[in-house]
């Protein structure tokens, strides 16, 4: 079962015998939160946090994203929406699906090296990503770079309002590149 954002008292991490360049012994203790959408960007971040923070303690964060921030409907829609409880099925729907994805996370983590639990949190994704983030001291966040299209730049939407609004730092991963792309070489 995933975590809630409000974490139960979390038992405190025993001395490490080594410390990450730049963090401190304290810093180097704490959790990475690692960002999940079930996307091959988030995979491949998941995996290159692995390979780069290998044995670390990790919280796999997916965002629940609710009715009322996910569906394009004006006022009197979504009055509608709430009152008919269409709102509340999609809610329910969305955190049961967020669940199971921040599971399929913490899988892919231990593949890679990192003792992660599932977390689960609802809202609009970088701005909760960031609240999650400062709630529970992580000591880093790691996001995939999300879809590269014509309107979404260089990163995505996502990640570029989480590196930009986190107060923490935050590694973002760009995903493999396509086999057919120049910079692949072929």
């Known amino acids: 079962m995933a975590l809630g954002v409000e ?16 963090l401190s012994q304290q810093e180097a203790q704490r959790r990475l939160l690692l960002c999940f959408d079930g996307s091959e960007e988030a995979a491949e971040a998941i995996g290159t946090a692995g390979a780069l923070m290998h044995g ?7 965002v629940a994203v609710p009715a009322r921030h996910q569906l394009g409907i004006g006022p009197a829609d979504a009055l509608a929406g709430r009152l008919s409880g269409l709102y509340s099925e999609w809610d329910e729907a969305a955190r049961e699906v967020a669940e199971r994805v921040a599971a399929r996370g913490c899988e892919l ?13 609802s809202g609009k994704p970088a701005p909760t990503i960031v609240r999650v983030a400062d709630e529970l001291d992580v000591s880093a966040i790691v996001v995939g770079a999300g879809h590269r299209g014509a309107l979404g730049g260089v ?10 609004e986190a107060l923490r730092p935050v590694l973002v991963v760009r995903g493999p590149r396509p086999a057919s792309s120049p910079a692949a070489g072929t």
Do not use: K
């Not at 670390?56 to 997916?62: G, K, P, S």
């Not at 990163?155 to 930009?164: E, I, T, Y």
């Open 56 to 62: 670390r303690e990790a919280l796999v964060l997916c």
């Open 109 to 121: 983590a231990a593949e890679v090296g990192l003792h992660a639990r599932p977390l689960v949190a």
């Open 7 to 22: 974490p139960e008292q979390q038992p405190q991490a025993g001395p490490r015998q080594e410390v990450q360049a730049g």
């Open 155 to 164: 990163l995505g939407s996502v990640s570029a309002r989480v590196a930009h």
